[in-house]
C-alpha cells in the first residue's frame, strides 16, 4: 500500500474550555478584533482572518502550559499593539522584550482564564 503525500494548509480552528465563555469571547472580540459567529450557553465561536477560535464552558479552564500567539507583521507592530492594548486598560504581563539579535519580538497578555496571549514578530533569518 502506497501512502499519498498529503500537505496541510494551516491550523484553522483552536477550541478552549473556559469557565465563561461569553466573558473570554468579549476579552478576544475587544484586544483582537475576533468576530462572533455563534454562541449560546454551552460556548461562542470566534473568527478572524479564516481562523475559528471556540470557547466551551467547562468547570475548569484549560490554561496549563498553554499560550496562544498571533504573529505581525513587523516588531514596530508589537509595540504598537502593546502600547494600544495598555492605553485601552488591558494588563500587560509584560513590556514588549526582543529584539533583531534575539530573533523575534513579543509581549504577553493574560485572558479572562489565565491563559498567555503573545503578540509576536520573528526576525528573517
Known amino acids: 500500500m502506497r501512502l499519498v503525500a498529503r500537505r496541510m494548509r494551516g491550523v484553522g480552528q483552536l477550541a478552549l ?10 476579552f478576544y472580540e475587544s484586544a483582537f478584533g475576533f468576530r462572533r459567529r455563534a454562541g449560546d450557553d454551552s460556548g461562542v465561536d470566534l473568527e478572524l482572518g479564516g481562523f ?3 470557547f466551551r464552558r467547562a ?14 507583521d ?22 514588549p522584550t526582543g529584539d533583531r539579535w534575539e530573533g523575534s519580538r513579543s509581549f504577553r497578555v493574560a485572558d479572562p482564564d489565565g491563559r498567555q496571549v503573545a503578540i509576536f514578530y520573528d526576525y528573517p533569518t
Open 17 to 26: 474550555a473556559s469557565t465563561d465563555p461569553t466573558r473570554a469571547a468579549e
Open 52 to 54: 475559528e477560535l471556540s
Open 59 to 72: 468547570e475548569r479552564a484549560a490554561r496549563d502550559g498553554m499560550q496562544i500567539g498571533f504573529r505581525v
Open 74 to 95: 513587523t516588531a514596530a507592530e508589537v509595540d504598537a499593539w502593546a502600547q494600544d492594548l495598555a492605553l485601552r486598560g488591558f494588563a500587560l504581563v509584560g513590556p
